[in-house]
């Protein structure tokens, strides 16, 4: 075992499916000479030189694009868009060609693409570097999207998406990048895209959260002092709905927790689901912390902007008192 952050282990992931797999290929913004902007691929490209590790123009549609003609034609390619706030260039290749290949050509051409994301708050950047769009790309069908929230789930899902054989949005929740580190193993290993992970188990009350939000439930749930379940979606779509219903069904109230805006986040969706599946198991109506319905703030107000301890606490004790 290795004690890793996430930037390392997910480093680590890359160069296993690279030595393995020669159709594995990183194109992207500064991903090369660089190693990225958060050197997430430092030391790739020496390693496995510029052909296979490809620094390219600041131009996030050709990027996609390219990547998508590259999968199309039998390799793997994995692009990394250097900030969330920067997809925008990129939705019509994404949504319009990557997400309906496989659809549009009846199958003769899937496209196994994983698209690298930093995503999230928290660490004070400018406009467009801080927003958490998971719920747009989750409502698109032909698309997988995951978030892990640990430098071990980073590993085994970034490799799990490599090999698949959809396009996956790989979102990497910037705010934990280097928050902490765990044991990893050192060997490739694969966690199941579409599997939730129980992070602790309890019988009062359901939290589920995703990607950096993860480690603020963990934070309220010791200041609690309640005996709390919390799942780790791991995947946003698709979702392991079945490991919500059997929680929910147990503890008889749920709250949802995460970083994009409540307006139709991604908590919008499993709260519906759960009205539809776990309705008469209900003791109180299911409550979202979320980040609020406003472009993210500049930094002075950014930790104000993202849900915390406390906010995640006062929904708990209106859950709980309801």
């Known amino acids: 075992m290795a004690n890793l952050n996430m930037v390392q282990a997910i480093n680590l992931a890359l160069i296993q499916e690279m030595e393995k797999d020669p159709r594995v290929l990183l ?3 500064d991903v090369g000479a660089n190693g990225g902007v958060f050197r997430v691929t430092e030391g790739l490209q020496k390693r496995f030189g510029e052909k296979r590790v490809v620094d390219t123009p600041l131009a996030e549609s050709g990027i ?3 990547a998508i003609g590259l999968a199309m034609g039998g390799l793997r390619p994995v692009p990394e868009i250097q900030f969330d706030g920067f997809l925008g260039p990129a939705y019509d290749q994404i949504c319009s060609h990557a997400a309906r290949m496989r659809t549009r050509t009846r199958g003769a051409f899937p496209v196994p693409l994983t698209i ?8 004070h950047a400018p406009e467009l570097h801080s927003d958490s ?5 989750a409502h698109t069908p032909g698309l997988k999207v995951v978030m892990p929230s640990s430098p071990y789930d980073a590993k085994g899902l970034l490799i799990a998406s490599i090999r698949d054989p959809d396009p996956v949005m790989f979102f990497e929740p910037k ?5 902490f580190r765990e044991e990893v193993p050192e060997d490739e290993y694969v966690l199941p895209i579409g599997k939730a992970r129980t992070v602790c188990e309890g019988n009062e009350l359901t939290i589920v959260s995703w990607g950096a939000s993860v480690v603020q439930c963990m934070q ?3 200041k609690s002092g309640k005996d709390i379940e919390l799942i780790d979606l791991r995947t946003i779509y698709p979702i392991d709905i079945d490991a919500i219903e059997e929680s929910v069904k147990k503890t008889g109230r749920c709250v949802v927790v995460h970083e994009a805006p409540l307006t139709c986040g991604f908590g919008a969706e499993i709260s519906a689901r759960i009205m539809e599946r776990c309705f008469l198991h209900l003791e109180a109506p299911v409550q979202r912390v979320s980040g609020f319905d406003t472009i993210m703030p500049y930094y002075k107000l950014e930790l104000d902007y ?3 301890a406390s906010r995640i606490g006062r929904a708990i004790d209106d859950v709980m008192a309801y």
Do not use: K, S, W
Not at 116 to 123: E, T
Not at 133 to 137: F, R, S, T, V
Not at 175 to 179: D, G, L, N, V
């Open 27 to 29: 194109l992207g913004e």
């Open 64 to 66: 996609i694009g390219t």
């Open 306 to 308: 993202m849900p915390d």
């Open 220 to 222: 309220a749930i010791e």
């Open 116 to 123: 690298r994301i930093p995503v999230g708050g928290g660490i």
């Open 175 to 179: 705010r934990i990048y280097r928050a």
């Open 133 to 137: 769009p998971e719920a747009i790309y």
